[in-house]
């Protein structure tokens, strides 16, 4: 005997498909109003870190090979990086530095193997720190900018391109400032004896002094963001002037490495005009804006502060207020009952 019935053919269960690990960390998109989680934070500062580091990892790759190349056009030549930074140190007197050559060239002392090799190591991570810095001050930029204002965002170009700027030119100070200070240090005592300098000493110090001036050059640009984004303003800093000023001074004696007059002056003049610069355009910011300096910035600080109290009006009542009355139907309004309590209930079942 025969089933006439059709053959049961299950239906196949769909196997979930796993899911692929993420290995490049995904754009986190802010929500209209800028507001992000602190998870979303977490993975927009992961991928931040990532793009800089690999910034960082490719400009010290050039600056590793820059060290020691030349290159030579009949239309322009390059200079190698070492041979930039021991300018200062080979445009001293023949007298007043060591020669260990004996053939005239100007070279630095080593006085261990690996000395040369992590020395060069050194100069190309702050070549690469200098060469990306495009891309890594676009991505601090970029990481903060999420809880701006449109307008705000706008100012990206021109805040990479002053930060830059700001520390390219402290480090072309720098390097300026280099020949003469040493010239200095070099220059005492040298009827008694003569400098014998390792290349770790040299390019600790001149390394140590281009990058204090770098980064000294991006003060006025910190102020002018932080009065970009309201946090200060002209009103609240510009009667501390002589603060700054003395601040200025101690910091540029306490940060330069080779503790001479010269670079220390160099850098404390430096930085007052560049803060000035940023005070100015706090003023003009704060004026565009139409910013007012508040009441309780010029009372004493043993005074207390008046309570901003505005009653908020009241609305008249109306005046044709009609009453609407509804009649009564005896047979379906509740019966209210009575007892000894006011109009409570009866309580003889109790009782």
Same mark, same amino acid.
């Given at each position: 005997?025969?089933?006439?019935?059709?053959?049961?053919?299950?239906?196949?269960?769909?196997?979930?498909?796993?899911?692929?690990?993420?290995?490049?960390?995904?754009?986190?998109?802010?929500?209209? %109003?800028?507001?992000?989680?602190?998870?979303?934070?977490?993975?927009?500062?992961?991928?931040?870190?990532?793009?800089?580091?690999?910034?960082?990892?490719?400009?010290?790759?050039?600056?590793?090979?820059?060290?020691?190349?030349?290159?030579?056009?009949?239309?322009?030549?390059?200079?190698?990086? $070492?041979?930039?930074?021991?300018?200062?140190?080979?445009?001293?007197?023949?007298?007043?530095?060591?020669?260990?050559?004996?053939?005239?060239?100007?070279?630095?002392?080593?006085?261990?193997?690996?000395?040369?090799?992590?020395?060069?190591?050194?100069?190309?991570?702050?070549?690469?720190?200098?060469?990306?810095?495009?891309?890594?001050?676009? @991505?601090?930029?970029?990481?903060?900018?999420? $809880?701006?204002?449109?307008?705000?965002?706008?100012?990206?170009?021109?805040?990479?391109?002053?930060?830059?700027?700001?520390?390219?030119?402290?480090?072309?100070?720098?390097?300026?400032?280099?020949?003469?200070?040493?010239?200095?240090?070099?220059?005492?005592?040298?009827?008694?004896?003569?400098?014998?300098?390792?290349?770790?000493?040299?390019?600790?110090?001149?390394?140590?002094?281009?990058?204090?001036?770098?980064?000294?050059?991006?003060?006025?640009?910190?102020? $002018?963001?932080?009065?970009?984004?309201?946090?200060?303003?002209?009103?609240?800093?510009? %009667?501390?002037?002589?603060?700054?000023?003395?601040?200025?001074?101690?910091?540029?004696?306490?940060?330069?490495? $080779?503790?001479?007059?010269?670079?220390?002056?160099?850098?404390?003049?430096?930085?007052?005009?560049?803060?000035?610069?940023?005070? @100015?355009?706090?003023?003009?910011? %704060?004026?565009?804006?139409?910013? @007012?300096?508040? %009441?309780?910035?010029?009372?004493?600080?043993?005074?207390?502060?008046?309570?901003?109290?505005?009653?908020?009006?009241?609305?008249?009542?109306?005046?044709?207020? @009609?009453?609407?009355?509804?009649?009564?139907?005896?047979?379906?309004?509740?019966?209210?009952?009575?007892?000894?309590?006011?109009?409570?209930?009866?309580?003889?079942?109790?009782?």
């Amino acid at each position: 005997m025969t089933n006439s019935a059709a053959p049961h053919n299950p239906v196949p269960e769909t196997v979930p498909k796993k899911a692929k690990r993420q290995l490049w960390p995904r754009k986190t998109k802010p929500a209209p %109003d800028g507001t992000m989680s602190l998870v979303d934070h977490l993975r927009e500062l992961r991928r931040r870190l990532i793009y800089a580091v690999i910034a960082l990892v490719i400009g010290s790759i050039i600056g590793f090979i820059w060290y020691q190349l030349r290159i030579t056009t009949p239309w322009f030549s390059i200079s190698s990086l $070492g041979d930039i930074l021991r300018g200062p140190y080979c445009s001293l007197p023949e007298e007043s530095r060591a020669d260990f050559s004996f053939d005239g060239e100007c070279r630095l002392l080593a006085t261990s193997p690996f000395e040369m090799f992590l020395l060069r190591m050194k100069v190309g991570a702050l070549a690469g720190i200098v060469l990306s810095s495009p891309v890594w001050l676009y @991505q601090i930029w970029a990481f903060i900018t999420p $809880g701006l204002h449109k307008t705000e965002r706008r100012s990206t170009f021109t805040f990479v391109s002053l930060a830059v700027l700001l520390f390219v030119s402290g480090a072309v100070m720098a390097y300026f400032v280099v020949d003469y200070g040493l010239a200095f240090l070099m220059g005492i005592g040298d009827e008694f004896q003569t400098a014998a300098l390792t290349g770790e000493k040299y390019f600790n110090f001149v390394l140590a002094l281009l990058l204090i001036f770098g980064v000294s050059f991006e003060v006025p640009l910190i102020i $002018g963001m932080l009065n970009v984004v309201g946090i200060l303003t002209y009103e609240s800093i510009k %009667d501390k002037r002589r603060v700054i000023v003395i601040a200025l001074f101690v910091f540029a004696a306490l940060m330069t490495p $080779g503790q001479d007059p010269f670079s220390m002056l160099i850098l404390a003049f430096a930085l007052n005009v560049l803060v000035e610069l940023s005070l @100015q355009f706090c003023r003009w910011n %704060d004026k565009r804006r139409n910013r @007012q300096r508040p %009441d309780w910035l010029d009372q004493d600080d043993d005074s207390a502060s008046a309570l901003d109290y505005r009653p908020e009006p009241i609305a008249p009542a109306p005046t044709n207020t @009609q009453v609407q009355t509804h009649p009564v139907n005896p047979t379906s309004a509740p019966q209210r009952p009575t007892g000894s309590f006011g109009g409570g209930g009866n309580f003889d079942d109790v009782l």
